[in-house]
């Protein structure tokens, strides 16, 4: 018989273990204050493109374990050639995949068909349990994020689990959370957001919404619930599409909701539907990187009534703000692949689209098949308007301001083409084409604190053609690019590449 050991993808702790072994982890047993201290290190780790932190000794852990945090879970890394190895390793693929094998691979996925979850008796998120009076949120080593949030963020990446009242539609998707009390946290609902949707169902009867809030999922699991998949399917079975298998799940203790069974911490209670019921939220430093200091709101409190976990517990944390964080690693990428999918089904010729970090989710580059294209007979105005509305007018579509087309001759995953595009071939005013029909999210900085438009709603969006008209009719391009892959033949740059350390450079 052969063993097969778990995938990263599919198990917590063996993504954990994966990434120690590859030297991409490293535990820190050095006492470390939660207030500040510890979201300072995350901090500094993204912005270095530094090794995971596995915070093992956080100051004011509890008897019972809780807990031991794991900083930036899905942040960049050092590692020669492995950049992009944490998001690789959270899909089931190698460390070194590139940019274009993740895209096509979760792409893959949904070509396929769905494999629901399957129940499972226990797991080892039933190792430890405790309920209503018990439970002391604010005892819990929580740790403050940024200087000036408005409170203290113990949900940046777990997943929440809301099912409709019928049951037919189970969401599993992330969005922020903040302890409030004891025993409750606070937390915005986006009406857009499947969980909003859900909870309006919820609210129409009248009746409080159930939910489970969980930590340390499978990886593969928390990078779709950071997806804008279509409403009314089931995450859960996109993920067994995507590892190949089904997840695992448990039911909770206080409601029938199902949870991965492998889940290290599982918060269950429910959303209360009173519109009284609310409390005061944020501000959060946000994943456009910018945080205006005071500006909180009132949000849905989500009452706790039982915690389970397992044997020394580790919760995974998102410290948002410059990149490259999760929203950028997570949701940038999920976003990207879900508009390519997007694309294509509304038959336009796009092969690959991107997020860079460095845009904080507000850039979206397509690239076209020009070949396809060329068929099309078609141009930059008529083609770029109707991918803006085609990507505008969908599910992320909300999220996202700015997309930049490009051709074949540049990587959207390399930032240096994507600058050279843009800078050679958008003409501006000729290229750039306005939308002013289309909803922007709130967030956006210049949408929340930019020059208001005159009509309300009116929010604008982009779509800029990084392309030469030639690049839509003609075979072959009037242009050869400068550089050392477009300027030399092929055996000399081979001969240059194997005598470089001759010449006495080093690789
Ligand atoms: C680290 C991280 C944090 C996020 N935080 C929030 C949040 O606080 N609020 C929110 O509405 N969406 C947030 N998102 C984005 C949603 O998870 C994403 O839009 C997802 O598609 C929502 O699920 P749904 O499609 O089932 O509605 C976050 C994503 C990531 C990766
Ligand atoms: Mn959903």
């Known amino acids: 018989m052969c063993y097969q050991r778990p995938l990263a993808a599919e198990n917590f702790r063996q993504f954990i273990k994966e990434l120690e072994d590859e030297h991409d982890l490293i535990k820190i047993t050095e006492e470390v204050d939660p207030h500040l201290e510890l979201a300072a290190i995350v901090r500094k780790v993204y912005e270095n493109e530094e090794k995971a932190p596995l915070f093992e000794n956080v100051k004011r852990r509890m008897s019972n374990g809780l807990f031991r945090v794991l900083g930036a879970p899905v942040g960049l890394s050092r590692i020669p050639g492995q950049r992009l190895c944490r998001i690789a390793k959270s899909l089931g693929l190698a460390s070194s995949a590139t940019g274009q094998d993740i895209i096509h691979k979760i792409n893959e996925a949904k070509k396929c068909d769905p494999i629901p979850p399957i129940d499972v008796p226990s797991g080892p998120v039933k190792e430890y349990k405790i309920f209503g009076d018990e439970i002391d949120l604010t005892s819990l080593p929580v740790p403050l994020l940024h200087a000036d949030d408005g409170g203290k963020f113990i949900q940046t990446f777990g997943m ?39 909870s309006q169902m919820w609210k129409e009867r009248n009746e409080d919404m159930p939910f489970a809030l969980c930590f340390g999922v499978p990886p593969a699991a ?14 859960a079975g996109f993920i067994g599409a995507l590892t190949g298998k089904p997840v695992e799940v448990v039911k909770c203790e206080t409601n029938d909701i199902r949870v991965p069974a492998h889940a290290e911490i599982v918060l269950e209670g429910v959303v209360l539907t009173s519109e009284d019921a609310k409390a005061t939220e944020g501000p959060m430093a946000e994943y456009h990187g910018m945080i205006f200091p005071g500006q909180s709101k009132k949000c849905p409190i989500f009452k706790v009534n039982a915690i ?44 690959m689209v991107w997020c860079p970090f460095e845009s904080h989710c507000l850039w979206f580059v397509a690239q076209v098949d020009r070949q396809k294209l060329r068929v099309m007979n078609t141009n930059i105005a008529d083609f770029s308007t109707r991918l803006g509305h085609v990507v505008f007018g969908s599910k992320p579509g909300w999220y996202i301001p700015k997309i930049l087309l490009v051709g074949e001759d540049v990587d959207p995953t390399n930032l240096r083409d994507v600058i050279w595009a843009e800078s050679t071939r958008c003409q501006p005013g000729k290229n750039e084409f306005l939308f002013d029909e289309y909803g922007n999210i709130p967030l956006i900085p210049y949408v929340g604190y930019g020059i208001k438009p005159e009509h309300k709603g009116n929010h604008q969006k982009v779509v800029r053609c990084c392309m030469l008209p030639c690049e839509f009719f003609d075979e072959s391009l009037p242009w050869k690019e400068g550089s050392f892959r477009g300027s030399y033949p092929i055996d000399l740059q081979e001969e240059v590449n194997r005598k470089w350390e001759t010449y006495g450079f080093s690789h």
């Open 222 to 235: 928390i990078m779709v619930g950071g997806m804008p998949i279509p409403k009314w399917t089931n995450e």
């Open 160 to 198: 929440y689990i809301v099912q409709t009242p019928d049951k037919r539609w189970v969401n599993w998707s992330i969005t922020r959370g903040m302890v409030n009390d004891k025993r409750s946290l606070v937390g915005p609902i986006i009406p857009k957001q499947d969980i909003g949707v859900i």
């Open 308 to 351: 389970t976990f397992r044997e020394n517990p580790v919760l995974p944390i998102c410290v948002a703000g410059r990149a490259a964080e999760e929203n950028h690693t997570v949701w940038g990428i999920m976003q990207a692949a879900e508009v390519l999918n997007i694309c294509q089904n509304a038959g336009l010729p796009i092969q």
